[in-house]
């Protein structure tokens, strides 16, 4: 017997506003879905911490999740995905369901990228994990990957959004060799959506960009179809939290969901 039920809100949780981008994907797809969207922003960015600090953090937002009666706690970061995911999964999976942004995107790659040179970029928690790498590794699909940590990437994108001040940043770190001759480029923090049109532009519009947010939306819509968990009475209602009030996030909300948009503060104590 499945203790959930459809009505229960998904929980949904960030350093900031890239995990924005899954929340918005997620709401088109499952416009029925009740959402409540955790963005730490009093701890941003996630990329440049420790495993150990991210796994602290992230336990505290899947408490916080848990006691708002969440049916799913995705982790819509991946430098939270690559450093918490099998802990939060531990921890709290009898539970709630627990979904990561790794292995949708990774089942894409199995399917649709067999023998195909793929570059990733990330921050540098995701990418020296090397959690990408042992994943496709293991699905022995002769996928070759090269990633490259762009790590102040993240910060800029949440302090100048889709600006003209992130093009000098992008530029140094997209002309790096290790991108060069690739078959797509794997957008690997929930952020970089925001600046995938200057990303295509960049390469000319000749190499996939492989944009998460659509695939997790995806594997969110399935996983919670499959459980017969799908909310099917709407429309669905949206909460924000943060961790601290910052311009950037209000900014952002406003961006994704056009409507009245009210964020609460609730700090998490360290």
Same mark, same amino acid.
């Given at each position: 017997?499945?203790?959930?039920?459809?009505?229960?809100?998904?929980?949904?949780?960030?350093?900031?506003?890239?995990?924005? *981008?899954?929340?918005?994907?997620?709401?088109?797809?499952?416009?029925?879905?009740?959402?409540?969207?955790?963005?730490?922003?009093?701890?941003?960015?996630?990329?440049? /911490?420790?495993?150990?600090?991210?796994?602290?953090?992230?336990?505290?937002?899947?408490?916080?999740?848990?006691?708002?009666?969440?049916?799913?706690?995705?982790?819509?970061?991946?430098s939270a995905s690559?450093?918490?995911?099998?802990?939060?999964?531990?921890?709290?999976?009898?539970?709630?369901?627990?979904?990561?942004?790794?292995?949708?995107?990774?089942?894409?790659?199995?399917?649709?990228?067999?023998?195909?040179?793929?570059?990733?970029?990330?921050?540098?928690? *995701?990418?020296?994990?090397?959690?990408?790498?042992?994943?496709?590794?293991?699905?022995?699909?002769?996928?070759?990957?090269?990633?490259?940590?762009?790590?102040? =990437?993240?910060?800029?994108?949440?302090?100048?959004? $889709?600006?003209?001040?992130?093009?000098?940043?992008?530029?140094?770190?997209?002309?790096?060799?290790?991108?060069? $001759?690739?078959?797509?480029?794997? =957008?690997?923090? *929930?952020?970089?959506?925001?600046?995938? $049109?200057?990303?295509?532009?960049?390469?000319?519009? /000749?190499?996939e960009i492989i944009?998460?947010?659509?695939?997790?939306?995806?594997?969110?819509?399935?996983?919670?179809?499959?459980?017969?968990?799908?909310?099917?009475?709407?429309?669905?209602?949206?909460?924000?939290?943060?961790?601290?009030?910052?311009?950037?996030?209000?900014?952002?909300?406003?961006?994704?969901?056009?409507?009245?948009?009210? =964020?609460?503060?609730?700090?998490?104590?360290?």
């Amino acid at each position: 017997m499945n203790p959930h039920k459809p009505d229960q809100p998904i929980g949904i949780f960030d350093s900031g506003i890239g995990g924005l *981008t899954v929340a918005d994907a997620i709401v088109k797809q499952l416009p029925q879905e009740n959402i409540i969207y955790f963005g730490d922003t009093a701890h941003l960015p996630y990329g440049d /911490k420790s495993a150990t600090t991210i796994q602290a953090y992230s336990v505290k937002i899947a408490e916080f999740l848990l006691q708002r009666q969440c049916k799913m706690i995705l982790i819509a970061c991946n430098s939270a995905s690559t450093a918490a995911f099998e802990l939060i999964k531990e921890y709290i999976g009898k539970q709630a369901i627990v979904m990561d942004v790794v292995d949708p995107i990774i089942s894409l790659l199995r399917e649709q990228y067999a023998n195909k040179k793929i570059g990733l970029i990330g921050t540098r928690q *995701t990418v020296s994990s090397n959690v990408y790498q042992k994943k496709i590794e293991d699905l022995k699909q002769n996928i070759r990957l090269t990633s490259l940590a762009t790590n102040l =990437l993240a910060s800029a994108i949440e302090e100048f959004g $889709n600006g003209r001040a992130i093009d000098g940043l992008l530029e140094e770190y997209l002309s790096h060799p290790t991108l060069k $001759n690739l078959d797509a480029l794997v =957008l690997a923090c *929930t952020h970089y959506p925001i600046v995938k $049109n200057k990303i295509a532009k960049f390469f000319d519009h /000749k190499m996939e960009i492989i944009d998460p947010s659509d695939t997790v939306a995806k594997a969110v819509k399935k996983r919670l179809d499959d459980l017969k968990l799908l909310n099917l009475e709407g429309p669905g209602k949206k909460h924000f939290y943060v961790s601290d009030y910052t311009e950037s996030f209000a900014a952002g909300t406003k961006i994704f969901f056009q409507d009245a948009i009210t =964020l609460e503060h609730y700090p998490l104590l360290d």
